[in-house]
């Protein structure tokens, strides 16, 4: 099975200023999506951005982009003009897309915004 | 947003007692999935499905059944629930790999359950 890690349990930013949280993964496909997901303290899982892999170019949302190393197999997120709404956990996710089109995911970053 | 609905929100039940979960979509999405999120541990696949009555384990799948007898919902049940599935379950639901908007993994509210 793959497996998705995210290794800092929790981030700080300052508002306004950049932060980025790293996601790595372990995989012998070649094709198959990458996401990070947002979950406030309401709970409610919210897609923040989408990748596909075999995209070269990076993701970008507005304030959010992604840096996809696909052969270090390196997923991190880049949030930019950090503001109060951000502080949230963060999920790195990886779909299969020949394993029963699973979603596996990371143990979550949570990040806090200081004003 | 994507209709998908999970009830109950919550539940408090004793251990040793059977516990349904149900989720609905209105998508017509074809995978449903059931996880349960821990602190430490992030989401975690119990069941999955992939089309009515077409249904696979996942990493902690011990302890829980699941069934899918029409395309919109899917149901989780704890047989005899114990004090270690006390966790909150959140129900997602996908499509395939065709446009944008089917990739992604879309998700219900959550339940939180409490085993006492």
């Known amino acids: 099975a793959q497996t998705v890690t995210q290794s800092q349990p929790e981030m700080s930013v300052q508002e306004a200023e950049t932060v980025t949280l790293s996601c790595t993964y372990d995989?012998?496909?070649?094709?198959?999506?990458l996401f990070w997901y947002k979950q406030p303290p309401s709970r409610q899982m919210i897609l923040v951005i989408r990748?596909?892999?075999?995209?070269?170019q990076n993701a970008t949302e507005n304030r959010f982009s992604v840096n996809f190393q696909k052969a270090a197999k390196s997923f991190s997120l880049k949030i930019s003009d950090s503001q109060l709404g951000d502080a949230a956990m963060y999920f790195c996710a990886y779909r299969s897309v020949n394993t029963g089109n699973q979603f596996y995911f990371g143990t979550g970053t949570s990040l806090t915004v200081i004003p | 947003d994507a209709g998908i609905t999970q009830s109950p929100r919550h539940k408090v039940t004793e251990t040793g007692t059977p516990v349904t979960l149900r989720c609905h979509q209105t998508e017509n999405h074809r995978y449903m999935y059931w996880y349960r999120q821990d602190p430490g541990h992030g989401l975690r696949l119990i069941h999955y499905s992939y089309g009515v009555k077409d249904t696979d384990k996942g990493e902690v799948s011990d302890g829980y059944s699941v069934s899918r007898s029409k395309t919109e919902d899917f149901l989780l049940t704890l047989e005899s629930a114990t004090s270690s599935q006390t966790s909150v379950y959140f129900c997602a639901i996908s499509g395939g790999f065709g446009k944008r908007g089917d990739t992604e993994a879309f998700f219900g509210q959550g339940t939180r359950l409490t085993v006492v």
């Open positions: 990748q596909e892999a075999y995209k070269q």
């Open positions: 995989t012998s496909e070649s094709d198959y999506y």
